[in-house]
């Protein structure tokens, strides 16, 4: 069984940054890919990001793309998401997810975090 826990989250002001970070638990991080997914009040789960298990290859949803950044640390069992130029509507739960598959939809990833709470002020 795989544990996820993801921290980092917080309230910043728009064009401000945040880190988050998911540690992963209870088995190598090394063998999943891994996943980064959003969800704002109201709305449906939003696929944010993914990176492949050796960390070279990641896609990322079309709006984040260039201020979003998804890393990983097979090492320290982490894998990070680093967030810049914030907007308002980045606003939404995080979810960091692992697989044994990847892609853009939830169904791909087996293990869940709990979420961590973004919020970006105008």
């Known amino acids: 069984q795989v544990q996820l826990v993801e921290s980092g989250g917080g309230l910043v002001q728009a064009g401000g940054y945040l880190r988050l970070s998911c540690a992963v638990s209870g088995r190598p991080a090394r063998g999943y890919y891994m996943g980064w997914f959003r969800q704002a009040p109201g709305k449906e789960r939003e696929f944010v990001g993914t990176?492949?298990?050796?960390?070279?290859?990641?896609n990322y949803l079309d709006s984040v793309k260039g201020r979003f950044a998804i890393s990983r640390d097979n090492t320290k069992n982490t894998v990070y998401l680093q967030m810049n130029s914030l907007k308002p509507e980045d606003t939404a739960v995080y979810y960091c997810?692992?697989?044994?598959?990847?892609?853009?939809?939830?169904?791909?990833?087996?293990?869940w975090g709990q979420g961590t709470q973004v919020t970006v002020s105008s």
């Open positions: 990176i492949s298990r050796s960390g070279g290859t990641t």
């Open positions: 997810a692992a697989g044994l598959l990847t892609g853009k939809y939830a169904d791909a990833y087996a293990y």
